[in-house]
Nanobody, 120 residues
Framework: QVQLVESGGGLVQPGESLRLSCAAS????????MGWYRQAPGKQRELVAS???????NYANSVKGRFTISFDNAKNTVSLQMNSLKPEDTAVYYC??????????????WGRGTQVTVSS
């Protein structure tokens, strides 16, 4: 069965950087979309960044210019480089992957999340 495992979260001070990784296992095919979502305390889960068809990317306005999403085909891993972190970036970050089924429809997978805390 497909599993998504996030890593790289932690506690940093404002202005510092973190790199999150999400490794996919248990799949024989490729995902057509992978992305990162985050959920802060008392807030709804929101899209941070996603990558589709290998190269197309999109970002939330709040992180554009600071975060970069990338995909490693060999390792089947999606990463999120987060620079110039701000306190408002504090949240649990979740990895999401979408895969097409042979007989139609889409599989929607989620990781368990990794905590990112930005505080002085």
């Amino acid at each position: 069965q497909v599993q998504l495992v996030e890593s790289g979260g932690g506690l940093v001070q404002p202005g510092e950087s973190l790199r999150l990784s999400c490794a996919a296992s248990g799949t024989s095919g490729s995902f057509f979309n992978m992305g990162w979502y985050r959920q802060a305390p008392g807030k709804q889960r929101e899209l941070v960044a996603s990558i589709s068809s290998g190269t197309n990317t999109n970002y939330a306005n709040s992180v554009k210019g600071r975060f970069t999403i990338s995909f490693d085909n060999a390792k089947n891993t999606v990463s999120l480089q987060m620079n110039s972190l701000k306190p408002e970036d504090t949240a649990v970050y979740y990895c999401r992957a979408l895969g097409r089924r042979y007989l139609g429809g889409v599989d929607d997978y989620w990781g368990r999340g990794t905590q990112v805390t930005v505080s002085s």
